[in-house]
């Protein structure tokens, strides 16, 4: 979603429950996009990656979905767990890994 | 295997003075990255450079920022006569290799406050 001023979109979940984090990319010729976690802090941490003649990629816990018609991208956690409370960004690669970041969304998760 | 490492964490400048900010690549990589990141907001692409080259600069501002990276020690990013907008998170991030591999191993940061 948008970030409105300078407050991040959030989603609080519950221990157990899964996530759905959505993003919109801007640039329809990016054939490579990447999920990262932030931790309060940190640097981003590398999720999962799709390349764009994949629609749907999944990793452990996570899965990435890619909708190149409508320039959207979701990243979906099962079973979230407290450890994966961060803010999470989507970001395009534009090449020489001239990575695009969207302005992330801030995950909370409740015991 | 040391990952990324950046210093300092934290800087504090008063408006006019210099900012250097090292960064040692992973072992093995040759391809470092540097982004900014201010408050609430994804990092933005600054630079990328190899040993002794810059690749893409497109995201440096044209004046008071340079970067570099030497064939021997860590990359640098150089900011000249800070002023307030220059307060972020400044961070290092590096690969084996030039492509897209996606993912770019990414340094802790170094904070700089601007007074």
């Known amino acids: 979603g948008e970030s409105v001023g300078l407050h991040l979109p959030t989603l609080s979940v519950q221990e157990g429950d899964n996530s759905i984090i959505n993003c919109a990319y801007s640039n329809s010729a990016s054939d490579y996009f990447i999920w990262y976690k932030q931790e309060s802090g940190k640097g981003p941490q590398f999720i999962i990656d799709?390349?764009?003649?994949?629609d749907k990629r999944q990793g452990q816990r996570v899965t990435v979905l890619l909708n190149k018609t409508v320039k959207h991208l979701s990243l979906q956690i099962a079973a979230t767990q407290p450890g994966d409370s961060a803010v999470y960004f989507c970001a395009e690669n534009n090449g020489n890994n001239r990575l695009a970041f969207g302005k992330g969304n801030q995950v909370v998760v409740i015991p | 295997n040391a990952g990324v490492m950046q210093n300092p964490r934290h800087l504090v400048r008063r408006r006019g003075q210099e900012a250097r900010l090292r960064c040692s690549p992973m072992?093995?990589?040759?391809?470092v990255y540097w982004y900014r990141q201010l408050p609430e907001e994804g990092l933005k692409f600054m630079v990328y450079?190899?040993?002794?080259?810059?690749?893409?600069e497109s995201g440096m501002p044209k004046e008071r920022f340079s970067a570099e990276f030497p064939k021997e020690g860590p990359s640098i990013l150089r900011i000249q006569q800070v002023v307030r907008g220059d307060s972020a998170a400044y961070f290092c991030a590096s690969s084996p290799v030039g492509r897209a591999t996606g993912e770019l191993f990414f340094g802790e940061g170094s904070r700089l406050t601007v007074l």
């Open positions: 450079l190899q040993k002794e080259n810059i690749i893409d």
């Open positions: 072992k093995g990589h040759s391809h």
């Open positions: 799709i390349r764009s003649n994949m």
